[in-house]
């Protein structure tokens, strides 16, 4: 089974902290992706990665980045949370197969930012 | 125009019965399309994919696609309270390298006993 692990399922942190989620698959996949999920607005992707060192804008990028220094962890670094980054942020993963591009989700980080 | 739109829900449906969710999305070029579900407080999980014009039918889902239309459905045979969730349509394109999806916000389903 295609595993992929978020480092925390809750995190509080305060308004100006510098934050780092993180990312862990154990499928050998190319493709890492981070998406926030919020109520009516569904995921929306942030950032994604293709290779090791390889990052691409998503569709909500401004106030975050990313860092891929091994093909296995993909990690999403708030670098001064705000209130507005309260959200559920799920990391996901993919390989291509068979014409689909199938994304494996984690658990999901549930982030509070006070 | 949202790229990819779903009716938000809820939809319910007796146990037992057929739940039709339904997806359509902007992009003529879209590729392959997705049908992940989600229950409350959980991460998505994929239930099936497809991306030839037709049917593809796996145990009680059948996905259908009509590209002509722009049009993506999925079908739940035989709903059971279990099923009860958000099912969320994702459409992969061309950009990102084919790589992306974009996502619906979701459908609401409740199977009610």
């Known amino acids: 089974d295609v595993k992929v692990t978020q480092s925390s399922r809750y995190l509080v942190k305060r308004t100006g902290e510098k934050v780092f989620l993180e990312c862990v698959q154990d499928m050998d996949h190319e493709n890492m992706f981070w998406y926030r999920q919020d109520p009516g607005l569904g995921l929306r992707l942030i950032y994604f990665?293709?290779?090791?060192?390889?990052?691409e804008k998503g569709d909500i990028p401004e106030g975050y980045s990313v860092s891929r220094e091994k093909k296995e962890r993909f990690s999403l670094i708030l670098e001064s949370a705000s209130t507005n980054q309260t959200s559920m942020y799920l990391c996901a993963s993919s390989f291509q197969a068979g014409g689909g591009n199938i994304q494996y989700f984690g658990a999901g980080t549930r982030l509070s930012v006070l | 125009q949202k790229e990819v739109e779903q009716n938000s829900g809820p939809l319910s449906v007796p146990e037992g019965a057929i739940a039709s969710l339904n997806c359509t999305y902007s992009d003529r070029g879209s590729q392959s399309f997705f049908w992940y579900r989600q229950y409350s407080g959980k991460s998505p999980e994929l239930i099936m994919f497809i991306y030839s014009n037709g049917d593809k039918e796996d145990g009680r889902f059948t996905a259908q696609l009509n590209k002509a239309s722009q049009y993506v459905s999925l079908l739940i045979r035989d709903s059971q309270p279990s099923d009860s969730a958000t099912y969320l349509c994702?459409?992969?394109?061309?950009?990102?390298?084919?790589?992306?999806?974009?996502f619906g916000t979701g459908t609401q389903l409740k199977v009610e006993l």
């Open positions: 990665s293709y290779d090791v060192k390889m990052k």
């Open positions: 994702a459409v992969r394109g061309l950009t990102g390298g084919g790589n992306k999806l974009t």
